[in-house]
């Protein structure tokens, strides 16, 4: 029943800005920490930001510190990923992931590392010249 869906992907050119959505819809996002990551083919998945569930706290992995920036509109049950200064090594699948949020708000500062449960399908993003 819980559903996450990314948008706003595409092709670029070194150096420029994507904005990339997350839809979430069978559940209420208000009560969820939500992750975004990436995947290069033949390479690991990458943790790129994540969020708390009230927006409070935000994380960045350091390869995307300065460029990017994670948000979240509870009342659209919303999440954004604002890409800026776009590199060819960000190209990648970008996903975005939802997991409960935790008792304690305050262990939502390690959400970098949290098991997320719920997952998106994916968007792409091409960086190229």
């Known amino acids: 029943q819980l559903q996450l869906v990314e948008s706003g992907g595409g092709l670029v050119q070194p150096g420029g800005s994507l904005r990339l959505s997350c839809a979430a819809s069978?559940?209420?996002?208000?009560?969820?920490?939500i992750g975004w990551f990436r995947q290069a083919p033949g390479k690991e998945r990458e943790r790129v930001s994540c969020?708390?569930?009230?927006?409070?706290?935000?994380k960045y992995a350091d390869s995307v510190k300065g460029r990017f920036t994670i948000s979240r509109d509870n009342a659209k049950n919303m999440v954004y990923l604002q890409m800026n200064s776009l590199k060819p090594e960000d190209t990648a699948v970008y996903y975005c992931?939802?997991?409960?949020?935790?008792?304690?708000?305050?262990?939502?500062?390690?959400?970098?590392?949290?098991?997320?449960?719920?997952w998106g399908q994916g968007t792409q993003v091409t960086v190229s010249s």
């Open positions: 969020i708390s569930s009230s927006g409070g706290i935000t």
């Open positions: 069978g559940f209420t996002l208000d009560y969820y920490t």
């Open positions: 992931a939802a997991v409960q949020r935790p008792r304690l708000t305050v262990l939502q500062a390690m959400c970098m590392t949290f098991e997320y449960d719920n």
